[in-house]
């Protein structure tokens, strides 16, 4: 079982629609998560961090944290055509682990004008 | 401006050579990572440093190399060991001290001719 799981897509959704993002992880001691789009060709860039379970929201974009179910998903309100990316989910595992902050294999968003 | 910086953009290979990618931070930050990404896929950790003068080994580190000995520099060998290093590489550095998010380079496509 991988670590951290996303669908790989590719989702469309038409602009101004809203884009849901799922992410599942295995390890149930992580403390914090990160999703980051990526451009086709550039590298990634941070959208939102979210340490406690509930809803956390920045502009047009939510993430939301369910630690019980070990779920994060990050949902995008009014789609626009720029908002076509790779979009990857990451957490940071227990502190005292040695282990590093882990990342999905992403998902791929298109938003259709 | 604070920031990560990669270079080359772009490199090539030939056969039997080995290359170093540079990546430079000026963010104050003490970790820094190398990721190996390939075409439609997600990230893989080649190695990581905690502090100067200390580095580990991630999930793919043979046929790598690195340094540690300015807090600001983080280079990556690809040796001639590397058999497949085709592929987008990406340098990283964490803010421990706040958010423990990482910030990534722009990173450095390297090509085998």
């Known amino acids: 079982q991988k670590e951290v799981e996303q669908n790989s897509g590719p989702l469309s959704v038409p602009e101004g629609a809203i884009a849901s993002l799922n992410c599942t992880y295995s390890d149930r001691g992580s403390q914090s998560f990160f999703w980051y789009r990526q451009y086709s060709g550039k590298s990634p860039e941070l959208i939102m961090f979210i340490y406690s379970n509930g809803d956390k929201e920045d502009g047009r974009f939510t993430a939301q944290l369910n630690k019980a179910s070990q779920y994060v998903s990050l949902l995008i309100r009014d789609s626009q055509p720029s908002d076509s990316a790779t979009y990857l989910c990451a957490v940071n595992p227990p502190m005292g682990s040695a282990r590093q902050l882990t990342f999905g294999s992403g998902t791929q968003l298109t938003v259709l004008p | 401006d604070g920031g990560i910086t990669q270079s080359p953009k772009y490199l090539f290979r030939k056969e039997g050579q080995n290359v170093t990618l540079s990546c430079e931070q000026n963010?104050?930050?003490?970790?820094m990572y190398w990721y190996r990404q390939d075409p439609g896929q997600g990230l893989r950790l080649i190695y990581y440093s905690q502090i100067v003068n200390d580095f580990q080994k991630g999930d793919i580190a043979e046929g790598y190399s690195v340094s540690r000995e300015k807090k600001e520099s983080f280079p990556l060998t690809v040796t001639s060991a590397q058999k497949n290093p085709t592929a987008f590489y990406l340098c990283?550095?964490?803010?421990?001290?706040?958010?423990?998010?990482?910030?990534f380079g722009p990173g450095t496509r390297l090509t085998v001719l």
């Open positions: 963010l104050n930050h003490d970790a």
């Open positions: 990283a550095s964490r803010d421990s001290q706040s958010t423990d998010t990482q910030y």
